[in-house]
């Protein structure tokens, strides 16, 4: 299988993925790599995995002929020159007849799109977040006398900080060796498939470990490489004949003996501050490392100028060696993390001069014709650590790449004026005031359509949404201005999208930047001028001063110009008002999606629902007529409905095993659903319908409409609110602390087969209707079945013993008619207090009409009746734990819509109907009335029934005197 990519050479390829799932991680310049990931599908059980070699083709302008796909398809083929390449060897792709979709994540940022060597190469790279799993790492410590003091301290600080990055940012285990090495004796720490805590241990040790005296052997430094990473195996298990490739990595454990780091990625990085002695030794152990298949070599020097005898061991060669200060553990740790970085992103003065340069970017241009401004932004680009990773799908025109690069940075690509050369300005506070060129009533022709935008219609909430580098989709940042929120007394939210950038830093810092300048009454127009100085372009900050249109001396940008046409030589200048000086503003982040790399452990899911499903997920499952008649034959059917929310980052979904008494057993999978914690009570009264919830970054997805679940009732979702006022909640005394960063969520009460119910802070909300799952078994009333989840990973299913288990008891819930809607005491959904004669009101439903997937709520009018129901009224006296003291009235009461209940009997001890006498301790222990109607049919009674609680207040009785001033 032959696979081609993306035009272009590129640096490396750091990722190969199927179907989403990451099957290899690495640096392949080239060559061949081995993958062995036999499970990734679920292994022999499921769909299998894949295995096998692949070659690289990079598109090298001197790339020759594949030999696999000649011996294949005849000697008369390209080389496939100026594309990336992937070619499959006898390789195995697992059990699915479709092929799982391959996709790979390269890096090109030291090659320009045609293969040379990238211009200003030592700041092209921005790393970003360093994330490193499934990898062996050889770090060789220069230890010589010369490394004493402040250079050993930088040094240890830096492999520590090194340490504690990829500690927090592994999700596969890797295998690490330190050496601190000096002349011949060198002293080493190494531990196989780290785990959290051995890198307690790899930190202690490089924190204690000793300095030498002597010099800089450096073959001291690479002694222990070859059984690190090759163990004690030298050849492959392939026999000679089995045309599998020898190249010396080892597949499975064939042998006794130390195993090496057998298909893990493989990096070594040499650290010195010294040449060696003798110099000799910088070849050989050269070759000592040139031995060690597939092996990436990373070299730098510690204020060593001289990068020659360094370089002969660095294979490596688009960074470079790079030469840090003695003493400087940031730059040493900076260039740890360009290492390590899950590929780096592109400075984009760079991107925009490959725009400018190459066709298949842009349009063709001469280098020449760019202009020096470019190396002073792409230094600063760099030093603000402002990398972006694009991808151009299709061919589009250098205006469209241009803008889209300058609309991230924040910045303008233009012609200048004189030279005609391509120049760029970054739009930064990198300006005197004092020394900007004036505009004023002494130079000015006319002054035309300023204006600006009413402050009370700005957004002042944004959600900037960008890629997660680890995963490769967009997460979002939520920010919002409270005083803006404040100003026009809602939130007024802007979408933002920046898909090339994959750092969570920088985009927090653009949300700021964005959420200032969309939040801003900013004013423009157009000012008509004889004459600009010729260093003033597109970008170019100036100042306006002009009392008559209420300016006074203020900061604008140049945002378009144009020149005279020979007859005319006024010169038109479009302005808009500086943002930068309009001082700060206070500005809230919000809970936003921090991309958080997690282990490959698989763990219980937590937060559940598992339930008998309602009839309407039943008709949404298999279609009305098929759910009817199956309904029919066997009334007593069911199934289940389950929810689950994800236990960790890792998790992919989750199997679902059922015990119904022959032992656990199905496969069919969950995926998993958003759930949010209650952050405020919620009366069990259906004109209550506002809740507070954890702000999570995919609460803006939840889907108006839908429905969702708060313990046993069903709430329709009709509004969400990402930015609260908890005091506009009718409970805002119960609210919990955590408001400031809540989500407000306006819902519909108690739909379908369920009713209004009270909840606590600290209940879970599920938002499952857009995801139901079910095992997809029938099962029958009366029957018990025990239920697990098993949460999935890339690498492990959760084991049946370790998942937690919950027990449904069906009870013929789809055949069930729905209750009653819309129940009233005096035209009120709750009452404080009851006396005298009251009126119940309620509403018909039919649950064979309501399957359209518009969740009608408690509150709605009459629907149906469903044919043959018929209602029951219970009047019960609960004490003040709920518990029922006295069955007050039970009466079926036909299809009628009301009924009257006379509370006299809940105060006169001598009431007519003797069969409710009250007695003492009765009153004493009586707290509420509970009233309640059923809907009946056919033998069957609601799944629910509805209900008002209200708390009865008796009057008090053989008070003296004394009791009542006591």
Known sequence: MHLVFCLGAVDKIVELKFADKTAWRGAATGGRIFLDRPELFGGNQREGGVSGYIDVEMGLPDQGQNDYLASNLGANIPAWRGVMALVFRNFYLGNNPYLKKPSVKIQRVFTTPDGQKNWLPEIAGIGNVVSVSDAAIYIAMDGSGSMSGARMAAQKAAVVGLLELIRDNFDEKNDIKIVMWGSISVFSTEQRNCSKDDYADLIDWVQAAPEFTGATDFNAAVAGAKQ???????????????????????????????????????????????????????????????????????????????????????????????????????????????????????????????????????????????????????????????????????????????????????????????????????????????????????????????????????????????????????????????????????????????????????????????????????????????????????????????????????????????????????????????????????????????????????????????????????????????????????????????AGKSPSGNALNAVISVDSGAGYEGGNLLQFALALDLLSTLKASADAIVILVDLDADVQDIRIGSLASIGDEYVRIDSVQVYSDAFALPDAFAVNDAFATAATITLGRGCLDTVPQAHAIGETVFFWSDLPASDRVEYFGGETVDVKLRTATGAELLSQSDAPSDTVAFAQRAIRPYPPGNLQIDGNYSVVLVSGVFSLTWAHRDRLIQTTGVYEDHTYGNIGPEASVTYRFVAEMLDQSGVVIQVLEDTSLGSVTSHSFDTSILFDAFAPVDAFAVSDVFLSSAKYLKTSVFSERDGYESWQSASITTPILFAPTNLTMTEIFS
Do not use: C
């Not at 490959?354 to 470019?374: C, E, K, Q, R, W």
């Not at 940075?409 to 200048?416: L, P, S």
């Not at 060129?437 to 600006?452: M, R």
């Not at 006024?570 to 919000?590: H, K």
């Open 228 to 642: 690190f990473f090759d163990g004690d195996q030298t050849v492959t298990p392939w026999g000679l004949g089995s045309g599998f490739p020898q190249n010396g990595r080892f597949l499975f454990n064939w042998a006794d003996g130390d195993r090496g780091s057998e298909t893990k990625r493989r990096v070594f990085v040499f650290i010195t501050d010294g040449e060696p002695t003798p110099t000799t030794t910088a070849q050989e152990a050269a070759d000592t490392l040139r031995a060690i298949d597939d092996l990436e070599v990373y070299g730098i020097n510690i204020a060593l100028a001289d990068t020659q005898y360094t370089a002969l061991l660095d294979n490596t060669p688009g960074d470079g060696v790079p030469v840090v200060d003695a003493g400087n553990t940031d730059a040493l740790l900076d260039v740890f993390k360009r290492v390590f970085s899950n590929g780096l992103d592109y400075n984009p003065a760079h991107f925009l001069r490959d725009v400018i340069l190459y066709p298949n970017i842009g349009t063709s241009d001469l280098a020449a014709n760019i202009g020096d401004s470019f190396e002073t932004a792409a230094n600063t680009l760099y030093d603000e650590g402002f990398g972006i990773s694009l991808k151009f799908q299709n061919p589009r025109s250098r205006r469209e790449n241009k803008a889209e690069i300058e609309r991230h940075i924040d910045a303008r690509v233009y012609r200048d004026r004189l030279t005609g050369k391509w120049e760029i300005k970054l739009i930064r506070k990198d300006y005197d005031p004092d020394n900007l060129f004036v505009i004023n009533a002494d130079n000015a022709i006319s002054w035309s359509n300023f204006s600006w935008r009413d402050p009370k219609n700005l957004p002042n909430h944004i959600v900037l949404k960008y890629t997660d580098p680890k995963e490769d989709k967009l997460v979002a940042i939520p920010l919002v201005n409270p005083a803006k929120v404040q100003l026009a007394g809602r939130i007024i939210s802007e979408p933002v999208t920046y898909d090339g950038v994959r750092n969570h830093d920088l985009a927090a810092r653009l949300a700021a930047r964005d959420l200032l300048a969309l939040s801003s009454p900013l004013r423009s127009g157009t000012v008509m001028v004889f004459d600009l100085p010729a260093e003033l372009n597109i970008g170019s900050p100036i100042i306006l001063d002009n009392p008559k249109q209420g300016i006074a001396s203020a900061v604008y940008r140049i945002v378009d110009l144009k020149e005279g046409d020979g007859r005319s030589n006024e010169i038109e200048i479009s302005v808009v008002e500086e943002v930068f000086a309009l001082g700060d503003e206070v500005l809230t982040a919000l809970p936003s999606e921090v991309p958080s790399v997690a282990s490959t452990e698989a763990l219980p899911v937590v937060d559940r629902l598992i339930e008998e499903a309602p009839y309407s997920e039943i008709v949404r499952t298999m279609g009305q007529a098929a759910a009817d008649d199956l309904l029919a034959d066997e009334p007593a059917t069911g199934f289940l409905n389950l």
